[in-house]
């Protein structure tokens, strides 16, 4: 019995509403199950590596925002990172208190979206609406902090730009109130609704060793069971002196690492981000923002690397200094690149409405792909 | 007053039945000639209607145009191509087909001139389905079960070779 | 209509035929319906679902144009008219064109054997229930050319979508629908209304916990029927960009919309219809206005409206709230399970009718009890739910 059947390539993108930005899948699908996916990046690339050789070390932070929209604050923090390991500088403790807290904050709004994504990407239009309504009271702290709602350049080397604005820590704290039992109505909402359990648990399984060996970083490497977070097994900051758990996937519905479990471990990492930031405002110390900063920047010859956990997982720079005022070579890892290399093998016999749902769970971001 | 726009309605609806099956034989395009039979299946209908035979009528829209007509749809646009343009109606074998139509036309033309019609005056508009659940139960028991049968026999059919399918499909992958 | 079409013939075109005026008289009418009373109700229904879905959202919802942002379906309506009217180069031109009209076709016959009260209706099919399952047929034709005719893949895959869902879903519709159609013993909307009484023990919905059970299926695959969701797969945004609309703009593209709210209204009508007691007012109400007079009629009217927007309001509760399922659940759900639970209630009411053909009173105020107490559960969880979010903030820096 062979009934002969065609194959249709599918053009899913660059303009596509699912992709969240410009990513091209070519996908070949017979009638709902496809055959593959390939994806086809490189249409949101702005250069952003080429930049950093061409900026001065401390212009080239407001670029940084633009590697990860999303997640901006974490994005500064890595590179003002390596470049003060770079120029071996001391941060004072109330900067590092601030920078974690916007790197939380900034956490949060990145996950609320990407949960309100997936819940939209299914069909709810609901949860997305919800949640980014919770986003915007947290980019109106982001706001009071630093004046910007989204491409933020909050982080300076050597520290960040402001202190906290008076009744910063009440304001925060009376939000945490708040979005606490949003969090518990959510979940309510969408991942103990049957047909969202149905459209994810099962679908998109990556595998404990397909997530090691395909270089997955963050939540969805931890959705698929592994238990690694870079701020609490290569810690940095001030990270050491907080207490957190780090979510782990464990296949409560369907199987280990499917695209439920990506979503509750998302869930989960907003909980403990609300601890970490009410640990934070607890123990933030008086002091200075911005340490001693040299005036020229002018890193002795070397090269540095600087991993730290972003949104989206594992965000690594890299720097070269040829000892002038400009870095070498600049580098950055994001983990939204190492996701879509997952996608082809994954994604094969799949249906055309699950492929939608798992590339919304593995939280792709554009410009992050691309940088 | 029905009787008076009878004449009217019948011409309309013969002139859509007739116009819609010219279009299914003569168009060269696949897609055209399924999508003419939406015209044809109303226009039987609509006969139907006239004749006060309204359970038949809307039967004849329901499986028809719902069920067969679909079902042809979706065979068409299964069809291997069916994104060229090119793809068209070839008229395979003209010269067998002429002469067997010319034959059926004349014969049936003869037999419509030469027969008696019996034709009925009004139209009586009465609720039929009654009358024919009651036959299809009773006189028309066998007949009625028969096809059911034959129904279900294609629905088991179906969905075996369906399985069949998918069993080969799934050996493949793995 | 006949002595207005007489009246006409007299004293206006006394050149023509009696018969053609006859016909003149029967299409305006039909115009003046569509135009004058469907379109506003799929407009109104428009109105209804935003507003619904802001409330649900935490949005206002149109609220300038007119009263209350009444007005606002008339200003999208003159704003699609004014939209250029785009064919696409590859599109089939004049299926594309068709799709729409065929789309509209199909549901706007569907409002001729809606019965709106006791004597307001188009005309009372004997076949009625058939003939409005019939005019859905319409519509797949019409879905399947729209999503060809567009010329392309998404468009396609969600033709094919809509017009294997439409087909699977009429089997429980068909069957569910079926144990009212064996309880009133007529196929006619009317008959079966009027086999029916104004009370809820008297409603179908009620009468046996196979009926009960059948307005749920019928519900479910009426919901279906009309791509809404949770199975709007046949335009799913996500995975179809929006499926057999996709290349549609402007006024072709509103015909889609209006056809997606009448169907709304179109279910409503349906399910109360058969379940709910349709138009029945009750006797005492039905006298203190006079059984004949026009108030009659009018309370009959608002009494199956009020029926229709409590299922219309559920529904697009429904849409807002939950995901959308996929291709294959939607079909498992419709072979697996409606289709046998919908032969098991025909014949369950078959043999409850040969058992007690008088009906068991006492099932039946079983059946209203667990319902009320669903209801009452909804209304807590409602009242709950706004309880619970009733903390709100202000986090406006500039405070």
């Not at chain 1, 109130?177 to 109505?185: G, I, L, Q, R, Y």
């Not at chain 3, 919901?223 to 609309?245: C, H, K, Q, W």
């Amino acid at each position: 019995m062979g009934i002969q059947t065609e194959e249709m390539m599918l053009n899913m993108g660059p303009q596509h509403p699912s992709t969240h930005g410009v990513i091209r899948f070519v996908v070949k699908s017979d009638g709902e199950v496809m055959t593959e996916a390939v994806p086809d990046v490189g249409y949101l690339h702005r250069s952003i590596e080429k930049i950093g050789e061409i900026c001065e070390y401390n212009g080239f932070m407001p670029y940084t925002d633009r590697a990860d929209y999303l997640s901006a604050m974490n994005a500064n923090q890595g590179y003002a990172m390596v470049v003060e390991k770079l120029l071996g500088l001391e941060i004072p403790e109330r900067a590092e208190y601030l920078r974690v807290i916007a790197a939380e904050l900034n956490r949060i709004i990145s996950h609320i979206l990407s949960l309100g994504a997936v819940a939209m990407d299914i069909g709810a239009a609901t949860p997305f609406v919800l949640a980014l309504k919770e986003r915007e009271k947290v980019n109106d702290l982001m706001e009071a902090l630093c004046g910007q709602r989204l491409t933020y350049s909050y982080v300076r080397i050597g520290g960040v730009s402001y202190d906290m604005p008076p009744g910063f820590i009440e304001r925060s704290l009376k939000f945490l109130a708040d979005f606490e039992p949003f969090m518990d109505e959510f979940e309510n909402l969408v991942p103990e609704n049957k047909i969202f359990i149905e459209r994810t648990a099962g679908v998109g399984v990556i595998t404990r060793e397909d997530a090691i060996a395909y270089n997955l970083v963050g939540p969805n490497l931890r959705a698929s069971g592994v238990d690694w977070d870079l701020r609490r097994d290569m810690t940095y900051s001030v990270y050491p002196k907080l207490q957190f758990e780090v979510p782990v996937g464990v296949g409560s519905q369907g199987v280990v690492g499917d695209s439920f479990d990506r979503f509750i471990v998302r869930i989960k990492e907003i909980k403990q981000s609300i601890s970490l930031l009410k640990q934070c405002f607890a123990q933030i110390p008086e002091g200075d923002f911005l340490g001693e900063i040299p005036r020229v920047m002018k890193p002795a010859v070397g090269e540095c690397y600087v991993r730290t956990e972003s949104s989206r997982g594992d965000m690594g720079y890299y720097l070269i200094s040829d000892g002038s005022k400009n870095a070498f070579r600049v580098r950055i890892r994001t983990g939204s690149f190492t996701s879509m290399s997952i996608i082809e093998k994954i994604s094969r016999g799949m249906m055309l409405a699950d492929l939608v749902t798992f590339i919304a769970s593995l939280d792709v971001v554009a410009p992050e792909i691309d940088r | 007053m029905l009787d008076s726009l009878q004449p009217l309605v019948f011409g309309m609806l013969a002139l859509i039945i007739f116009i819609s099956a010219a279009f299914i034989t003569f168009s060269r395009n696949l897609i055209y000639s399924a999508f003419a039979l939406l015209g044809s299946f109303t226009g039987v209908a609509g006969l139907f209607a006239m004749l006060g035979a309204d359970f038949l009528a809307v039967v004849q829209l329901l499986v028809y145009i719902g069920g067969i007509m679909v079902l042809y749809l979706f065979a068409v646009l299964m069809t291997s191509g069916i994104g060229d343009v090119r793809l068209t109606n070839r008229s395979i074998a003209v010269k067998i087909a002429l002469p067997l139509a010319l034959v059926l036309f004349f014969s049936l033309g003869k037999l419509i001139f030469e027969t008696e019609w019996f034709a009925q005056q009004t139209v009586k508009i009465a609720p039929t389905t009654a009358a024919i659940g009651d036959l299809l139960l009773t006189k028309y028991l066998l007949p009625f079960e028969l096809v059911s049968v034959l129904l279900l026999s294609t629905l088991i059919g179906s969905v075996a070779l369906a399985r069949q399918e998918l069993r080969n499909s799934k050996e493949n992958h793995d | 209509m006949e002595n207005f079409a007489i009246h006409i013939h007299e004293s206006y075109l006394y050149g023509l035929p009696l018969s053609v005026v006859n016909l003149i008289v029967m299409f305006g009418a039909a115009f003046v319906v569509l135009l004058g009373f469907v379109a506003p109700f799929a407009g109104l229904l428009s109105f209804i679902e935003r507003r619904i879905a802001a409330r649900i959202q935490c949005r206002i919802g149109p609220n300038r144009v007119g009263p209350q942002g009444l007005l606002q379906f008339l200003a999208d309506g003159v704003k699609s008219l004014f939209k250029e009217d785009l064919i696409p180069k590859v599109a089939d031109k004049p299926l594309f064109i068709i799709a729409p009209y065929l789309v509209f076709l199909g549901m706007f016959t569907s409002f001729v054997v809606l019965p709106f009260s006791s004597q307001w209706i188009v005309a009372d099919l004997n076949v009625g229930i058939l003939y409005l399952f019939a005019t859905a047929a319409i519509t797949v034709v019409g879905l399947v050319m729209a999503g060809w005719g567009s010329g392309s893949k998404w468009s396609m895959l969600g033709g094919m979508r809509s017009a294997a869902q439409i087909i699977s879903y009429e089997i429980p519709t068909g069957l569910a629908a079926l144990t009212a159609i064996l309880l009133a013993g007529s196929l006619s909307l009317q008959e079966i209304i009027a086999a029916q009484g104004p009370h809820p023990w008297q409603w179908y919905f009620f009468d046996n916990p196979f009926t009960f059970i059948a307005f749920f299926i019928l519900f479910v695959a009426l919901v279906a029927e009309g791509n809404r969701a949770p199975f709007d797969l046949p335009e799913a945004e996500t995975e179809l960009v929006s499926g057999y609309n996709t290349e549609y703009s402007g006024m072709r593209f509103l015909f889609f919309f209006f056809a997606e709210w009448a169907h709304l209204y179109v279910l409503g009508a349906i399910l109360t219809t058969l379940f709910l007691g349709g138009w029945q007012v009750p006797e005492s109400l039905l006298a203190s206005v006079g059984a004949e007079s026009i108030a009659a009629r009018i309370l009959e009217l608002v009494f199956f409206q009020l029926k229709i927007y409590v299922l219309v309001f559920l529904v697009v509760q429904l849409r807002w709230t939950v995901p959308r399922v996929r291709m294959d659940q939607m079909m498992d759900m419709c072979w697996k399970y409606l289709v046998p639970i919908g032969f098991f209630c025909v014949a369950g009411v078959a043999i409850w009718m040969m058992l007690f053909p008088d009906g068991v009173s006492f099932v039946k105020y079983l059946l209203i009890a667990f319902s009320s107490a669903m209801v009452l559960y909804y209304f807590y969880k409602v009242y709950r739910n706004f309880k619970d979010s009733r903390a709100e903030l202000e986090l406006n820096p500039f405070v």
